[in-house]
């Protein structure tokens, strides 16, 4: 099992960054691809990025350039880094982890919600 808890949400204005940070405990994130996700009100959950066992990460085109992942696995935490912060990146913002080889992510943090005003 692993258990995840993410912090660092809050309300920010447009333009403006803020950092997210999910640790993890029960089992090393090394083990597991890391992901953000993000769910904004009347819109499904989307794939903000992950961030691979070696640390390589994809993200989102929504977001490519302006966010960052990346992960301290000593630290057993994974970052967000969001830049450039636009109204529509308003969302509650998950943390998660599944196993190399499995589909589905099975470890899900219970979220921190993000507001940029315009």
């Known amino acids: 099992q692993v258990q995840l808890a993410e912090s660092g949400g809050g309300l920010v204005q447009s333009g403006g960054s803020l950092g997210l940070s999910c640790a993890a405990s029960g089992r090393t994130i090394s083990d597991h691809v890391m992901a953000w996700f993000r769910q904004a009100p009347g819109k499904e959950r989307e794939l903000v990025g992950r961030s691979w066992l070696g640390g390589t990460t994809v993200y989102a085109d929504s977001v490519k350039g302006r966010f960052t992942i990346s992960r301290d696995n000593a630290a057993n935490t994974v970052y967000l880094q969001m830049n450039s912060l636009k109204p529509e990146d308003t969302a509650v913002y998950y943390c998660?982890?599944?196993?190399?080889?499995?589909?589905?992510?099975?470890?899900w943090g219970q979220g921190t919600q993000v507001t940029v005003s315009s």
């Open positions: 998660a982890a599944r196993d190399v080889y499995a589909r589905e992510y099975r470890y």
